[in-house]
Nanobody
Framework: EVQLQASGGGLVQAGGSLRLSCTAS????????IGWFRQAPGKEREGVSC????????YYSDSVKGRFTISSDNAKNTVYLHMNNLKPEDTAVYYC????????????????????WGKGTLVTVSS
């Protein structure tokens, strides 16, 4: 059974930083896609950053490019989202998502979603 456990959300002032972590179980990081989506109140879900291992690509949405960095520790089956220079508009519930096979580009996954979703972690950025 695939499970995704996200952590690291919280309250931070604008300009601050947070690191989200997501530990995956039920599959290994060899052929995979993994990433982060977010949903703010009253807004559509947004693919923030995704990795596609087979395609060897990483995607960032325009709204976070240059501020957020996604990384993975394959030995720990963990993916991180390093968020810097946070803005109030980054306030949202962040979800870790994954596919156990990597058949498309990271951009495709961030625009179309993945098969497995973890419970979200709330990030609140105060102005």
């Amino acid at each position: 059974e695939v499970q995704l456990q996200a952590s690291g959300g919280g309250l931070v002032q604008a300009g601050g930083s947070l690191r989200l972590s997501c530990t995956a179980s039920g599959f290994t990081f060899d052929d995979y896609a993994i990433g982060w989506f977010r949903q703010a109140p009253g807004k559509e879900r947004e693919g923030v950053s995704c990795i596609s291992s087979r395609a060897g690509s990483t995607y960032y949405s325009d709204s976070v490019k240059g501020r957020f960095t996604i990384s993975s520790d394959n030995a720990k089956n963990t993916v991180y989202l390093h968020m810097n220079n946070l803005k109030p508009e980054d306030t949202a519930v962040y979800y870790c998502v994954a596919n156990i096979v990597s058949a498309a580009s990271s951009s495709w996954y961030c625009h179309n979603g993945m098969d497995y979703w973890g419970k979200g972690t709330l990030v609140t950025v105060s102005s």
